[in-house]
């Protein structure tokens, strides 16, 4: 049995059609939403563990001191 390409090209139309109404009603907008909303819409803490990890990088490498001298040169 030969498929047509009008065939193919119908059943790929209906999936992206399907697709289309899969993401536009059933995932979130998160256009203008921070990383922690996002993170309570999906019961997530990636975005916490993300921060705790950057400040404990910051204080390894000495960032705050290093800003704080800056600062201190400046006035």
């Not at 090209?9 to 909303?37: D, G, K, R, Y």
């Not at 921060?51 to 000495?62: A, F, N, P, V």
Request: some cysteine; hydrophobic content about 45%; charged content about 20%.
């Amino acid at each position: 049995m030969e498929i047509s390409s009008v065939a193919t090209f119908m059943t790929f139309a209906c999936a992206c059609f399907a697709a289309f109404l899969w993401s536009s009603h059933i995932i979130p907008e998160t256009a203008n939403v921070s990383l922690e909303e996002i993170d309570t819409v999906f019961n997530s803490s990636a975005a916490q563990e993300d921060l705790q990890r950057k400040l404990e990088l910051e204080h390894e490498l000495g960032v705050h001191r290093l800003i704080e001298g800056l600062v201190a040169n400046c006035d």
